[in-house]
């Protein structure tokens, strides 16, 4: 499985925006990048996914670098019920299993 | 449009019993999957079942677990003869297709081997 690399841990204050980096070097031309973030007590929320282009939904930006090497999820406007374990994770068609690392504990500052 | 229903969300066994933990994927949802995250550790993928079907289980430890997913009625993980290094939080998600555009997990079930 292509491996993942995040940051441990972030802070970002309230109402502005947040930017969490994933370095995916050895991403495949098939890999899919996908966000999940997991609140406390709470299983995984899917948040966002994509192949090459942007993306964006209501709850996140994502941008991928030209050469797929890396992307970053975008909150715009961080909230506290933003804290969470952020995780970003390449998935493939045939490889159903997600592969979970350690992921970017968010802390939001009031 | 209920999400992924699992139950119990608390589960208490003496070691030696066995657990059974359950899931309602999605309506219409036909692919199914079972994690397991131990404390302060990352989720990690222990079988992907389709109706009827064990497509993957390459994450399920050989001995005293067991999956399935039948034509009606929700999945069940089930674990036979209980140990303390079970205890971990379960999660079950589903997707309508591929997992490929995204998975719907439920809150867990919180088994605690005493």
């Known amino acids: 499985d292509a491996k993942t690399t995040q940051p441990n841990s972030m802070e970002s204050n309230e109402e502005e925006p947040v930017h969490l980096p994933c370095n995916h070097s050895t991403i495949s031309g098939t890999d899919y990048i996908h966000w999940y973030r997991q609140l406390p007590s709470q299983g995984p929320e899917y948040v966002i996914h994509g192949l090459t282009s942007n993306v964006n939904n209501r709850m996140a930006s994502l941008a991928i670098a030209e050469d797929r090497k890396s992307s970053t999820l975008i909150l715009h406007r961080a909230t506290l019920r933003d804290a969470a374990v952020y995780y970003c994770?390449?998935?493939?068609?045939?490889?159903?299993?997600?592969?979970f690392g350690t992921g970017t504990r968010l802390t939001i500052i009031p | 449009n209920a999400g992924v229903m699992q139950n119990p969300r608390h589960l208490v066994r003496r070691r030696g019993q066995e657990a059974r933990l359950r899931c309602s994927p999605v309506k219409g949802h036909s692919h199914v999957y079972w994690y397991r995250q131990l404390p302060e550790e990352g989720l990690k993928f222990m079988v992907y079942?389709?109706?009827?079907?064990?497509?993957?289980e390459s994450g399920m430890p050989k001995e005293r677990f067991s999956a399935e997913f039948p034509k009606e009625g929700p999945s069940i993980l089930r674990i036979q003869q209980v140990v303390r290094g079970d205890s971990a939080a379960y999660f079950c998600?589903?997707?309508?297709?591929?997992?490929?555009?995204?998975?719907?997990f439920g809150s867990g079930t919180r088994l605690t081997v005493v």
């Open positions: 994770i390449l998935s493939n068609f045939g490889n159903e299993k997600l592969t």
């Open positions: 998600a589903s997707s309508p297709i591929s997992g490929t555009y995204g998975y719907t």
């Open positions: 079942l389709q109706k009827e079907n064990i497509i993957d």
